[in-house]
């Protein structure tokens, strides 16, 4: 038990243009989910805090309008890079609570050219 | 605020031997779980083990044990009968245990651990 999706696992958009990425727990319900970022070589940065009904909670220096992130449901939490550009070329992790635990997703590789 | 520190951004081990990787932590809080995560080259974020700060037993999973050193905030993951398959990131991470509070995880820079054959 305990699964996390993302999808896509690979996107490549143009300068400019909006993506989208979700995140899904599979078999179970996730009040709370977490947006991170991760640079070739370095540690998972967190993004935002993602609860069910509300809106995210974002660290400091992430900015809210490029990075919208909505929960819609106990089992979807969606993450929406505006405009994006090349400086936003990552690979993006969610994760999901349970109970003590963490549980992330396989990872988004996004590539703006 | 509350830190995590892992020294050694490299290891290497021979297949079959042991190896630890070690990890310190600062915190004020009385209360909380540290987490012992692997990351392969595939990326996926594996739980190794936890860690309950108000248990004074060090956590085991198979192949896997800590030395939790709360005084010294200390916790070392050690790594037995290492297997190739065990090559991956390791990130340590913090969490306070706070009644209504985030459930944000801190984590430390990693571990990149090679288990050469």
């Known amino acids: 038990g305990a699964v996390v999706s993302q999808h896509p696992s690979w996107v490549i958009c143009k300068s400019g243009t909006s993506v989208k990425i979700e995140c899904r727990s599979l078999d179970f319900q996730a009040t709370t989910m977490f947006w991170y970022r991760q640079f070739p070589k370095q540690s998972l940065m967190l993004m935002a805090t993602s609860n069910e009904g509300s809106k995210a909670t974002y660290e400091q220096g992430v900015e809210k309008d490029k990075f919208l992130i909505n929960h819609a449901s106990l089992t979807l939490s969606t993450l929406t890079v505006t405009s994006a550009h090349p400086e936003d070329s990552s690979f993006y992790i969610c994760s999901a609570s349970r109970g003590v635990e963490q549980y992330f997703g396989p990872g988004t590789r996004l590539t703006v050219t | 605020a509350q830190t995590v520190t892992q020294s050694q951004p490299e290891m290497s081990v021979q297949e079959a031997e042991t190896v630890t990787l070690s990890c310190t932590y600062d915190t004020s809080e009385n209360n909380y779980y540290l987490f012992w995560y692997k990351q392969p080259p595939s990326r996926q974020m594996i739980l190794v083990i936890r860690?309950?700060?108000?248990?004074?037993q060090n956590a085991t999973e198979n192949r896997f044990s800590v030395n939790f050193q709360k005084a010294a905030k200390s916790f070392s993951l050690k790594i037995s009968d290492s297997q190739l398959g065990d090559t991956a990131m390791y990130f340590c991470?913090?969490?306070?245990?706070?009644?209504?509070?985030?459930?944000?995880?801190?984590f430390g820079k990693g571990t990149k651990l090679t288990v050469n054959p």
């Open positions: 860690q309950e700060a108000y248990k004074q």
């Open positions: 991470a913090f969490r306070p245990i706070t009644q209504g509070g985030s459930e944000k995880l801190v």
